[in-house]
């Protein structure tokens, strides 16, 4: 179970590792806990957007039905209304009603639902920064932290299943700053622009502190579903822009995974990892993905 904030944030972050594991047998699911309703429309090609806030939903979610398939995963919506992202100084509040002012009780009940009927052995989602500031990320990382405490334990959240333990839980790192040092002196090395920059200089100068990371995940083979899948997303992605500035080849070369962080184990486990099922198999007593759920 790949818990996400908004649609294309399931395309972006862990997508080759969600289509390789469902290629694999794997039963995947993808959480969007909203609809991404106050996103802006970000492909400079793809025109005006809709102008209200059931126009962007019915878009978004036209856009996550291509994206799901290219990834070839299940899909649910928790039904959430995107919280926008606040910009000036003073912050502006927050829209009433918005996913970030829901109380954690009210914003966890529906994903600890789908924990206790999809039952996932494997489940991940954004650290407690939610990778970037954004109040639907911070609020997506606690909403999946609770039901991963909580959706086992019989006395909580009653009437919404029987109770489900999860073995393990991840934090995405798709945009670490090794990453892209990484991506980036590759492509400086061969005489190509690289895409990183300035980002890696600015995340440099505010001294972001790095988060371990425990798990790589070898996914090359699978960026063209990935890719695929931000392409659907065509109100967000633009398919000349920043997702797509990586030769391909090279970046299998270079960055051939997708790394995520351990964040809780319930299963015995070595790291570090190259499997989100390590120690899982042995507990299910199988080697194959056959029965797995994430």
């Known amino acids: 179970m790949a818990v996400h904030a908004h649609p294309d944030d399931e395309s972006s972050k862990g997508a080759a590792t969600t289509a390789r594991y469902a290629a694999e047998g794997v039963d995947v699911l993808v959480v969007s806990c909203t609809g991404g309703e106050r996103g802006d429309v970000l492909n400079p090609s793809f025109g005006p957007g809709p102008t209200s806030l059931e126009g962007m939903r019915e878009l978004r979610r036209s856009e996550m039905a291509r994206a799901r398939e290219a990834l070839g995963v299940q899909q649910q919506w928790l039904g959430f209304v995107d919280s926008g992202l606040p910009e000036g100084d003073p912050l502006p509040p927050l829209p009433e009603g918005c ?13 600890v639902e789908l924990v206790r009927a999809f039952r996932p052995h494997v489940m991940t989602t954004y650290d407690p920064s939610g990778g970037y500031p954004h109040p639907d990320h911070v609020m997506c990382h606690k909403v999946a932290f609770e039901a991963f405490q909580k959706a086992g334990e019989p006395s909580c ?6 109770p489900w333990e999860v073995f393990k839980l991840y934090y995405n790192h798709d945009f670490s700053l090794t990453r892209m040092r990484t991506i980036h002196e590759a492509m400086e090395g061969q005489g190509l ?8 200089e600015s995340r440099a100068a505010r ?17 063209p579903q990935r890719d695929a899948a931000l392409v659907a997303h065509a109100s967000q992605i633009d398919p000349d822009g920043f997702f797509f500035a990586v030769p391909r080849d090279l970046e299998a070369d270079v960055w051939p995974w997708e790394e995520y962080e351990l964040a809780e184990s319930r299963v015995p486990t070595t790291l570090p990892e190259d499997d989100l099922f390590a120690g899982v198999r042995d507990v299910l007593g199988t080697t194959t993905t ?5």
């Open 207 to 223: 001294e972001i502190p790095e988060r371990p990371v425990t798990t790589r995940v070898e996914v090359s083979a699978y960026f």
């Open 193 to 200: 622009v690289s895409p990183f920059g300035d980002w890696i």
């Open 157 to 162: 959240y009653a009437g919404t299943g029987a």
């Open 99 to 111: 996913f970030g002012l829901q109380p954690l009780e009210v914003a966890a009940r529906p994903l």
């Open 290 to 294: 056959e029965g797995e759920r994430a």
